[in-house]
């Protein structure tokens, strides 16, 4: 059974330094993809980024990049130069075969960030 | 960008009365999901829907839960009988395909309150 671990239920980082957000997973599958959502206070889920299995490149999107260690199955997000807005809860989710049954997000239990000014 | 749009935000109703969460997906998606979020605890999957069918249900997606497409736009969870603890947000997301490269979107989601 597929699984994701966040391990830090909250961090705090200084505005405009850098700060990883840990996610580790637990699949059989090869094939799979991980994803990144932001939570902000107003509840909304806001996708941020993902990384497929086969990407041998790690992702990026703006601000947000994705730390992919297939060997030792992490995909930790890098938020650089943070800003008071990135101030939210962030899941790490992973989805994955049997993609005949629709392909559902598994999602991590969640690290709430603080920005501090 | 288009959108998964929720409606209503907040949904207050008294325990065992029915209640319908509306969705209406991204317009060219084809695989629709709801998930609960319980005050506090992660994302929890309820139901894949495709092709006019359910392709994946959770355990909590027991007989009083069902899904509906009625229409071409719209996608709806119906709750019959509702308990105290089926409080939580409820989001609705839609992904154009089911493979894992491509992301699911989410709507804003209801927050459903169960006096």
């Known amino acids: 059974a597929q699984k994701i671990t966040q391990t830090q239920p909250g961090m705090f980082v200084q505005e405009k330094e850098a700060v990883t957000l840990d996610c580790t997973y637990d699949?059989?599958?090869?094939?799979?993809?991980l994803f990144w959502y932001k939570q902000p206070s107003s509840g909304e889920m806001i996708f941020l980024i993902y990384?497929?299995?086969?990407?041998?490149q790690n992702a990026t999107e703006g601000r947000y990049s994705l730390n992919f260690q297939k060997a030792r199955k992490s995909a930790n997000l890098v938020i650089s130069a943070s800003q008071l807005g990135d101030s939210a809860m962030y899941f790490c989710?992973?989805?994955?075969?049997?993609?005949?049954?629709?392909?559902?997000?598994?999602f991590g239990q969640g690290t709430e960030l603080s920005v501090k000014p | 960008e288009p959108e998964v749009t929720q409606t209503p935000s907040h949904q207050v109703t008294q325990m065992g009365q029915e209640v319908i969460l509306r969705c209406v997906p991204i317009?060219?998606?084809?695989?629709f999901y709801w998930y609960r979020q319980i005050l506090g605890q992660k994302v929890e999957f309820l139901v894949s829907?495709?092709?006019?069918?359910?392709?994946?249900k959770s355990e909590i997606f027991d007989d009083q839960f069902s899904v509906e497409r009625p229409d071409g736009s719209n996608f709806t969870l119906k709750i019959r009988s509702t308990k105290l603890e089926d409080s939580a947000m409820y989001f609705c997301?839609?992904?154009?395909?089911?493979?894992?490269?491509?992301?699911?979107?989410f709507g804003d989601g209801t927050r459903l309150s169960i006096l």
């Open positions: 997301a839609s992904s154009a395909g089911r493979r894992s490269n491509q992301p699911q979107h």
């Open positions: 699949t059989s599958d090869q094939s799979y993809g």
């Open positions: 990384q497929g299995s086969y990407d041998e």
């Open positions: 989710a992973m989805r994955g075969p049997p993609y005949n049954q629709g392909g559902k997000l598994i």
């Open positions: 317009s060219n998606h084809l695989y």
């Open positions: 829907f495709y092709n006019n069918e359910i392709s994946e």
